[in-house]
């Protein structure tokens, strides 16, 4: 079964940093792209960032910060996928969810069949 664990989450001072780690098993890793959705309180889900072997896409159409300010990455040996946060601001406050199930990257959470469960990220002024 494909499996995402999402972890890392918790409270963050504006200006600071967080890395959030997306634990995947049940498929091989470059088979589908992984992607980080985020949701705050009372919003939609929006897309963050993907990755698929060496493409790494930022989704800015809420936040044109996103590219400057996350970094996504991969370690092979761990079937892990990383968000980094830098800069945390408190519009960074959500839940933030990891999803796979595409071989194709997009920002659009209906493309992933499968989801894991989310870490709260809250970031304090």
């Known amino acids: 079964d494909v499996q995402l664990q999402a972890s890392g989450g918790g409270l963050v001072q504006a200006g600071g940093s967080v890395r959030l780690s997306c634990a995947v098993s049940?498929?091989?890793?470059?088979?589908?792209?992984i992607a980080w959705f985020r949701q705050a309180p009372g919003k939609g889900r929006e897309g963050v960032s993907c990755i698929h072997g060496d493409k790494k896409y930022y989704y800015d159409e809420y936040d044109d910060s996103v590219k400057d300010r996350f970094t996504i990455s991969t370690d092979y040996a761990k079937n892990t996928v990383y968000l980094e946060m830098t800069s945390a601001k408190p519009e960074d406050t959500a839940v933030y969810s990891c999803a796979t199930g595409e071989e194709r990257c997009s920002g659009w959470a209906r493309t992933y069949r499968f989801w894991g469960q989310g870490t709260l990220v809250t970031v304090s002024s």
């Open positions: 049940g498929f091989a890793f470059d088979d589908y792209s």
